[in-house]
């Protein structure tokens, strides 16, 4: 299971974009979609290069008006192992 | 569910860049006129096609045919696609290899390529598609996951190969595919005049799921394996393309737009074409892709059945192809009034051989082969 140690990417089918006519990011890949809310986006969108899982909880705790870090940090795990079981993410255990 | 008033917003659009096609599978989902839709729209009326279709809201694009590496603009209309936005997945039979193209396929922008494998049995490849290609399909699997592109490998079931469901896994496992479509035929058009040949028994799609399951539970979290069942064994009709022309949109060779691939088999209906309209005009108010939106079309037993906002009421091509009438009850249902029709067609497949033999049926092969 993904832990704060491990490294993390999106994997190469998987392509995040924008989608105009929500408004809202779309995680695509091989005949199927994601619509992604904006807090998932934003970890998606640091997952489009290998980062570590702390790096990203880091970098969103940092934002102004943040959550409490112990939230961020249970819903950045759990976007995250729910992208894995997709097979959209792919993960370097530490 | 009330009636859709305005069109909904399409996803996906099935660009069938032509018909031609090396291979001449009896369960071909291409129309049986085939010679009709010869005359194939050029790169830039397909690049107007992707444009419109991107600015309707559609993420995802399906590159079939026939066969879309026959088209020696392919790489153009790949980039033209990319530079839309739109993810690109190839829907291909692999032939003619070349390992080299698919690498320009790649740099224009393909996203996913899709696999056909017809059978592991050479003599049943040729039954059904009229030859045998597997070691190629293999180099071009190769070459699919050299370029790091990912593969999902299709197979087509029915009564000739369903018993190879542990085959086709080991193939799938040793080519790195991703995914694992195990989609048995749906008796429509081609496979639907080849339907007393193709239906497999009962005993033999339990035994293939049974296959099917087992390898998913093995290879959870490293390859995705999906199996069909034909409609004809579910108790209910399939959510056929989820909907008549609500997420799906399918533009012929010629241009045609239509809600799924089969529907140019329903007399009554005109079709429009992107030669004379723009695909944006014609999804939105073409009284074809109207006329079985939404549930107010639907008879009894449908139009009261709770089912009817995750089934859509089946499929209107079969329900045409059966019955005679597009606006019935998808006979798939087991509470259709002509489910008997369905019925029918699974006692033959029953009391028939239960594995291609020496003596199997031959079909009717899928011919159309013009110079390009």
């Known amino acids: 299971m993904i832990g704060l140690g491990a490294r993390v990417r999106l994997a190469p089918k998987a392509r995040l974009r924008y989608d105009e006519r929500t408004g809202k990011h779309v995680l695509l890949y091989p005949e199927r979609g994601l619509e992604l809310s904006d807090s998932a986006a934003r970890i998606a969108g640091l997952c489009t290069e290998e980062r570590l899982v702390s790096g990203i909880v880091d970098a969103l705790s940092g934002e102004a008006a943040g959550a409490p870090r112990a939230t961020i940090e249970a819903d950045v795990l759990a976007f995250l192992r729910q992208l894995e079981e997709r097979g959209l993410l792919l993960v370097t255990h530490a | ?372």
């Open chain 2, 1 to 372: 569910m009330s009636a859709e008033t305005e069109a909904p917003r399409p996803y996906t659009l099935v660009a069938e860049l032509t018909y031609r096609c090396p291979l001449g599978c009896g369960y071909c989902s291409n129309p049986l006129e085939l010679a009709r839709h010869a005359d194939e729209l050029d790169t830039s009326a397909w690049a107007q096609v992707f444009a419109d279709a991107a600015a309707l809201g559609v993420l995802q694009v399906n590159l079939t045919g026939g066969e879309p590496l026959v088209r020696p603009d392919l790489e153009a209309l790949v980039a033209a696609a990319h530079g839309r936005g739109l993810y690109l997945n190839l829907i291909t039979s692999g032939i003619p290899v070349d390992a080299a193209r698919l690498g320009r396929l790649k740099a224009a922008g393909l996203d996913s390529v899709q696999l056909s494998i017809q059978d592991t049995d050479p003599r049943g490849a040729a039954w059904i598609a009229g030859r045998d290609d597997l070691e190629a399909k293999l180099e071009v699997a190769a070459a699919v996951r050299a370029l790091a592109l990912p593969l999902t490998l299709n197979v087509v079931l029915h009564r000739g190969n369903i018993a190879r469901v542990a085959e086709f896994v080991a193939l799938a496992e040793r080519c790195g595919a991703e995914r694992l479509e195990l989609a048995n035929t749906q008796y429509l058009g081609w496979a639907l005049a080849n339907r007393d040949a193709l239906l497999p028994s009962r005993a033999a799609i339990d035994g293939a799921r049974a296959e099917a399951a087992a390898a998913r539970a093995r290879l959870r979290g490293k390859m995705e394996i999906l199996f069909v069942r034909p409609d004809y064994y579910a108790d209910r009709p399939r959510a056929c393309m989820d909907g008549w022309a609500r997420r799906y949109l399918v533009v012929t060779p010629d241009g045609l737009v239509l809600p799924c691939q089969q529907a140019l088999s329903i007399a009554g209906l005109t079709f429009e074409t992107v030669r004379a309209r723009p695909l944006a005009a014609i999804w939105t108010d073409s009284p074809a892709l109207a006329a079985y939106r939404g549930d107010a079309w639907m008879p009894e037993p449908c139009r009261t059945c709770d089912e009817r906002g995750a089934d859509f009421g089946g499929c209107r091509c079969q329900a045409f192809a059966l019955t005679g009438d597009a606006g019935a009850t998808d006979p798939a249902c087991g509470l259709a009034p002509r489910h008997a029709l369905v019925r029918e067609a699974r006692a033959r497949a029953d009391a028939a051989p239960a594995a291609l033999s020496d003596g199997a049926p031959p079909i009717r092969l899928r011919r159309f082969r013009p110079v390009a």
